[in-house]
């Protein structure tokens, strides 16, 4: 399955001043797939080391920060040919299972500038935000892999050339009908399965929805467990109180977070390191409030008011107990929980695509789903998950703040119209991914 990270990957690759590379993001995302295919197809060798699988392998590193002696040992011991820089990638994989691995990395950029090295590892996150690690600030390259987006999914599923015809479109021009149906439909199917590579390989070679429910269940149950095994003794009960919420919390009419809706009793206080948890390991977004929408952003965010996202759509559907059948038919029962689906697979969209989204609301009499920097500008954001794009708040701030313009993003076709002087395109939602290219 062709994953959009490559392309990162080259770029970090063809570098002048590369470094070695953490290569973060949920687990089960395809970080190691990603890493190796990537050496297999641009390197003449890939040397491949896993710390969990070989944990002696951890004892190259004991002895001192000799990047040619770890070389040479680790090369003796398991990978059996000599690694040349330039022709070999260098992977360690599961790298948090070995700290000082992680510390040598800056002894790797020192004296080995010329040598490809990349790092991954399940919650690789987590550990690097909670555990007493000496990171190598500025001597490393990060970058971030989340599930797949949709476009990439239409490209597993074999709709490739259907992408190319529509991606080249004029912005105005409406989508026919003949394409228009294959990408509402194929939406839906992103809707169930999600982006988990696993569970999309599954259904690119079944089409079965049945599968893909015991698949995404394996997931779940294998995130559960990762809480006891891997998450501070007192917050484990936290994190699964705090990940079983996430979708109640999401369907409720105002589904900003709520610590006290989480558990009965408990207060922000004692559940904000469990949250920080699952947003490390790259499990959940969060979702800021902005009130004064005015450049950074990030400035003028409120990070205690906020909202909270799954990572993949198809396991919050899965948690939250919607079958297949229920979004394929959209039966009544699924109206209530369409909007939040929507909200979940255009936050999820929005990082993906490297924005970092906020949401606007001004006292209790409008709110904006989502805003973005791009440009020196910001940009407004409407999600519908109908047709109809009928968007009080969105008016309601572009007459406060004058944007250039925005987004309604909705079921409807492509167009644009002036909402209070701000050019606002129509963009549905299965073409998320043209956003930079109107931008």
Same mark, same amino acid.
């Given at each position: 399955?062709?994953?959009?990270?490559?392309?990162?990957?080259?770029?970090?690759?063809?570098?002048?001043?590369?470094?070695?590379?953490?290569?973060?993001?949920?687990?089960?995302?395809?970080?190691?797939?990603?890493?190796?295919?990537?050496?297999?197809?641009?390197?003449?060798?890939?040397?491949?080391?896993?710390?969990?699988?070989?944990?002696?392998?951890?004892?190259?590193?004991?002895?001192?920060?000799?990047?040619?002696?770890?070389?040479?040992?680790?090369?003796?011991?398991?990978?059996? =040919? $000599?690694?040349?820089?330039?022709?070999?990638? &260098?992977?360690? *994989?599961? !790298? #948090?299972?070995?700290?000082?691995?992680?510390? @040598?990395?800056?002894?790797?950029?020192?004296?080995?500038?010329?040598?490809?090295?990349?790092?991954?590892?399940?919650?690789?996150?987590?550990?690097?935000?909670?555990?007493?690690?000496?990171?190598?600030?500025?001597?490393?390259?990060?970058?971030?892999?989340?599930?797949?987006?949709?476009?990439?999914?239409?490209?597993?599923?074999?709709?490739?050339?259907?992408?190319?015809?529509?991606?080249?479109?004029?912005?105005?021009?409406?989508?026919?009908?003949?394409?228009?149906?294959?990408?509402?439909?194929?939406?839906?199917?992103?809707?169930?399965?999600?982006?988990?590579?696993?569970?999309? =390989? $599954?259904?690119?070679?079944?089409?079965?929805? &049945?599968?893909? *429910?015991? !698949? #995404?269940?394996?997931?779940?149950?294998?995130? @559960?467990?990762?809480?006891?095994?891997?998450?501070?003794?007192?917050?484990?009960?936290?994190?699964?109180?705090?990940?079983?919420?996430?979708?109640?919390?999401?369907?409720?009419?105002?589904?900003?977070?709520?610590?006290?809706?989480?558990?009965?009793?408990?207060?922000?206080?004692?559940?904000?390191?469990?949250?920080?948890?699952?947003?490390?390991?790259?499990?959940?977004?969060?979702?800021?409030?902005?009130?004064?929408?005015?450049?950074?952003?990030?400035?003028?965010?409120?990070?205690?008011?906020?909202?909270?996202?799954?990572?993949?759509?198809?396991?919050?559907?899965?948690?939250?107990?919607?079958?297949?059948?229920?979004?394929?038919?959209?039966?009544?029962?699924?109206?209530?929980?369409?909007?939040?689906?929507?909200?979940?697979?255009?936050?999820t969209e929005l990082i993906k695509l490297g924005f970092k989204p906020y949401?606007?609301?001004?006292?209790?009499?409008?709110?904006?789903?989502?805003?973005?920097?791009?440009?020196?500008?910001?940009?407004?954001?409407?999600?519908?998950?109908?047709?109809?794009?009928?968007?009080?708040?969105?008016?309601?701030?572009?007459?406060?703040?004058?944007?250039?313009?925005?987004?309604?993003?909705?079921?409807?076709?492509?167009?644009?119209?002036?909402?209070?002087?701000?050019?606002?395109?129509?963009?549905?939602?299965?073409?998320?991914?043209?956003?930079?290219?109107?931008?």
């Amino acid at each position: 399955m062709k994953r959009d990270i490559i392309r990162q990957l080259l770029k970090w690759k063809d570098s002048d001043d590369r470094k070695p590379l953490i290569l973060t993001g949920v687990r089960q995302c395809g970080k190691t797939y990603s890493l190796k295919e990537f050496g297999t197809c641009y390197f003449d060798e890939v040397a491949y080391f896993n710390f969990e699988q070989n944990q002696f392998i951890a004892s190259a590193f004991e002895y001192d920060y000799d990047v040619e002696r770890i070389l040479r040992e680790l090369t003796t011991a398991v990978h059996g =040919k $000599k690694i040349a820089a330039g022709k070999t990638l &260098v992977v360690f *994989d599961e !790298i #948090q299972a070995c700290p000082k691995a992680i510390t @040598s990395l800056k002894y790797f950029y020192e004296n080995m500038p010329e040598l490809h090295l990349a790092c991954a590892g399940s919650l690789l996150g987590v550990a690097l935000n909670h555990e007493n690690i000496s990171f190598p600030v500025g001597k490393v390259d990060r970058l971030q892999m989340y599930p797949m987006s949709f476009i990439e999914f239409l490209k597993a599923d074999g709709m490739e050339d259907l992408i190319q015809l529509v991606d080249n479109y004029d912005n105005t021009r409406e989508i026919p009908e003949m394409f228009s149906l294959p990408l509402s439909k194929a939406l839906k199917n992103y809707y169930i399965v999600g982006g988990m590579p696993e569970v999309v =390989k $599954k259904w690119v070679n079944t089409h079965d929805y &049945v599968d893909v *429910d015991k !698949i #995404q269940d394996n997931i779940l149950t294998d995130y @559960s467990s990762d809480f006891s095994k891997h998450a501070p003794i007192n917050d484990i009960p936290k994190l699964g109180w705090i990940w079983d919420s996430v979708s109640q919390q999401l369907a409720k009419e105002n589904n900003k977070f709520v610590f006290s809706h989480v558990k009965a009793g408990k207060r922000s206080a004692e559940l904000e390191d469990a949250l920080q948890w699952l947003v490390d390991a790259g499990l959940i977004y969060r979702l800021e409030l902005v009130e004064n929408a005015e450049l950074p952003l990030s400035f003028h965010a409120n990070a205690t008011s906020f909202k909270v996202y799954m990572a993949d759509n198809g396991l919050l559907r899965r948690k939250s107990g919607i079958s297949a059948k229920t979004i394929v038919e959209e039966t009544e029962l699924y109206k209530n929980f369409k909007g939040a689906f929507t909200e979940n697979y255009v936050m999820t969209e929005l990082i993906k695509l490297g924005f970092k989204p906020y949401f606007w609301r001004s006292g209790n009499t409008a709110e904006l789903g989502f805003l973005i920097e791009a440009n020196d500008r910001i940009i407004p954001i409407e999600a519908k998950a109908e047709i109809s794009t009928k968007a009080k708040s969105y008016g309601q701030f572009c007459r406060k703040y004058r944007p250039q313009y925005g987004f309604k993003l909705s079921m409807k076709n492509v167009g644009n119209n002036s909402v209070e002087q701000t050019m606002t395109y129509s963009l549905p939602l299965y073409l998320m991914w043209k956003i930079k290219k109107y931008l």
